[in-house]
């Protein structure tokens, strides 16, 4: 079982980026999924949620408007388009997993926006 996130880097402010989370070991298709982030001496928050059938997203309040999340369950695999981005925006980001009491975690990406 793993999640593996890919597609962060360096981008300038007002910059784009998109996140992709490749699961492997089970179907995503059963899980809600969210995206969460990490910034250098603060705790890990939630970004984003998304239902299994991709009907119902929801986000923090920080990244309404610039940031959607989306899933391909054929592809087995969760998305985050990030538009926009601020500096306020760096971090590590992670993709979870979550059903029922079975929850996964990827590693991380990291996200830095920066001129």
């Known amino acids: 079982v793993q999640l593996v996130e890919s597609g962060g880097g360096l981008v300038q402010p007002g910059g784009s980026l998109r996140l992709s989370c490749a699961a492997s070991?089970?179907?995503?298709?059963?899980?809600?999924m969210s995206w969460y982030r990490q910034a250098p001496g603060k705790e890990r928050e939630w970004v984003a949620g998304?239902?299994?059938?991709?009907?119902?997203?929801n986000y923090v309040d920080s990244v309404k408007g610039r940031f959607t999340i989306s899933r391909d369950n054929a592809k087995n695999t969760l998305f985050l388009q990030m538009n926009s981005l601020k500096p306020e925006d760096t971090a590590v980001y992670y993709c979870?997993?979550?059903?029922?009491?079975?929850?996964?975690w990827g590693q991380g990406t990291q996200v830095t926006v920066s001129s």
């Open positions: 998304i239902s299994i059938a991709g009907g119902f997203t």
């Open positions: 070991g089970f179907a995503i298709k059963r899980y809600d």
């Open positions: 979870k997993a979550v059903f029922g009491s079975s929850n996964y």
